[in-house]
């Protein structure tokens, strides 16, 4: 499983939603692979690189927004509170 993030989640900012999809991923005892995409700001000068470099997130989920949890079967969860509540709900079974 990848979860896509914007560059705050690596400076970790937990208060950040991007943090958050982690950090309730490495709570609940998930192994991913973290992707970290640009493209975070909103200035209209930005819309153009923004949309280059967020292309496979808007490919996957139909938005440029992260956090994005591509799953390995290719169900997306998207969003923050949605990542944390999946991460809850399916915690790793125990080797």
């Given at each position: 499983?990848v979860?896509y993030?914007?560059?705050s989640?690596?400076a ?27 493209g ?44 944390v ?11």
């Open positions: 499983m979860l993030t914007c560059p989640r690596t970790g900012a937990p208060l950040h939603p991007c943090g958050k999809a982690a950090k309730a991923l490495d709570d609940a005892g998930h192994t991913y692979e973290i992707r970290t995409v640009k975070g700001t909103l200035r209209f000068w930005t819309w153009p690189s923004r949309a280059r470099d967020r292309a496979e997130i808007e490919q996957l989920s139909g938005q440029r927004a992260v956090p994005i949890l591509a799953l390995d079967g290719g169900e997306v969860v998207v969003g923050s509170g949605n990542i509540r999946w991460a809850r709900e399916h915690q790793p079974q125990a080797a």
